[in-house]
């Protein structure tokens, strides 16, 4: 048979075919200087399941994402738990069967300490002769999550069953191979955490360096649970809502403490257009979610954006530039950024405010809401959704030095912000480069 007469055809031994879709056949190949085995030789599925619904015990529960793997998520009393769940001994791996596509996998580790996971992620365990953080490693690599993807089936969710994936070949190093290049990765790993940790200083030293210079103090207990200072209070200015405030318990050695109502020349909630009209959602105007909002100083990149039509039919409120958007409600109540287009929009659970530039830079706003983050969230105990709405906003205290030290406070920090940020981004490149490095020597 001439291959230059078959090279649009792929031939599959008939006791390779496990699933009659055309996709897998097709499928990258994987080339490999070491041998290449069946990873079902090599793996086993932990499908065992437990009952932790003792209710007067608390289980700790296991997640699993793209960005961290395997962590502890929270706890659980047993009284609410309704199904058995599996459970993760250190070294056993897991994966989300409709998400791997996207390096939804992780390993448990000594480091945590949850070990039950629900029964919807598939587990499993490494035979004698592979190593499971070489492994992991092995299934993060690019080339292995494309052959991943391309094994994944289901018309309308795609997935990876455990059989699927133990038909998986990968290479095989030896034992001491593997553990040479997982400690070689991890030695990268650790300049990676050294660089994110001088990151995690800096950001810190923000904090202190804000206080020191606005000479901020928090009104706490001491250990008997009475107040170690006294906060005097107009009783014209107290009492909109009878729930506790953060934000009101400061004090400042320097300056005077003001509420954001007496800089706030305008203030307005964000609002969605209807998703039945998609002529309101192709054009060039940002549109901000929650997640769009990511701790920088001014807004950048958005998800989504609008059309001018969906401003010109009041559909969606206008922010200009040098506004601030604050998320209000949800998960991620508190963060804060200052609008840096000209025109910018955003969904119902922000808030933009205009602040008066003649008292307050919005740059130097920005660096106290976001370094004081406890200033920004209300007490929710009996809550399941955070929410801060425009009154909660407007009766936030903020200290308010001469705009030349407010100058000068944001100049230091944006100084700071941009150091941190090239820090984390260098861990990042080490990252990326110690896996990139790890897959070329296996794969070449």
Request: one cysteine or more; aromatic letters at 10%.
């Amino acid at each position: 048979m001439h291959s230059d007469r078959y090279s649009f055809l792929k031939f599959v031994r008939y006791q390779d075919v496990l699933l009659w879709d055309n996709k897998r056949y097709f499928t990258t190949q994987v080339s490999s200087t070491f041998p290449l085995v069946r990873l079902g030789n090599y793996i086993n599925e932990e499908s065992l399941r437990y009952s932790i619904s003792d209710a007067t015990k608390t289980y700790g529960i296991l997640g699993v994402n793209n960005q961290i793997g395997i962590f502890d998520a929270y706890k659980e009393s047993g009284s609410k738990i309704k199904q058995k769940y599996k459970k993760m001994q250190v070294g056993w791996l897991a994966y989300n069967p409709y998400r791997i596509n996207v390096g939804s996998i992780g390993i448990r580790t000594n480091v945590h300490h949850h070990e039950y996971i629900s029964p919807a992620y598939v587990v499993f365990s490494c035979k004698e002769g592979l190593l499971p953080e070489f492994l992991f490693l092995l299934m993060k690599t690019d080339l292995f999550n494309k052959i991943i993807r391309e094994n994944t089936t289901g018309s309308v969710r795609q997935n990876l069953n455990f059989s699927v994936l133990s038909n998986l070949q990968i290479p095989l190093l030896s034992l001491e191979e593997q553990n040479s290049m997982v400690a070689n990765y991890n030695k990268s790993l650790y300049l990676a955490y050294q660089y994110e940790q001088q990151a995690s200083d800096k950001e810190d030293g923000i904090h202190q360096y804000i206080n020191k210079q606005l000479g901020i103090k928090q009104v706490t207990s001491n250990k008997l649970g009475q107040k170690s200072s006294l906060q005097f209070i107009k009783y014209k200015d107290t009492l909109l809502r009878w729930d506790i405030w953060k934000g009101n318990n400061i004090i400042s050695s320097k300056y005077n403490i003001v509420k954001l109502q007496e800089l706030i020349q305008q203030i307005n909630t964000g609002t969605t257009p209807s998703t039945k009209r998609p002529e309101y959602f192709c054009g060039d105007i940002k549109f901000y979610t929650p997640s769009d909002i990511d701790g920088n100083m001014y807004l950048g990149e958005s998800e989504r954006t609008l059309s001018q039509k969906a401003i010109v039919d009041k559909k969606a409120h206008i922010f200009q530039k040098g506004d601030l958007l604050f998320v209000g409600i949800g998960s991620t109540v508190g963060k804060v950024g200052v609008v840096n287009d000209d025109m910018v929009s955003s969904n119902q659970q922000i808030t933009g405010f205009t602040l008066d530039t003649q008292a307050i830079i919005p740059e130097y706003a920005f660096v106290y809401m976001n370094s004081n983050k406890d200033i920004t969230t209300a007490e929710q105990s009996k809550t399941t959704l955070p929410i801060v709405n425009q009154e909660k906003i407007k009766n936030i205290h903020i200290p308010l030095p001469p705009l030349d030290i407010q100058n000068k406070i944001v100049a230091h920090i944006k100084e700071q912000m941009a150091l941190a940020k090239q820090l984390k981004q260098k861990a990042k490149e080490i990252r990326a480069k110690a896996l990139e490095e790890f897959e070329n020597e296996i794969f070449g």
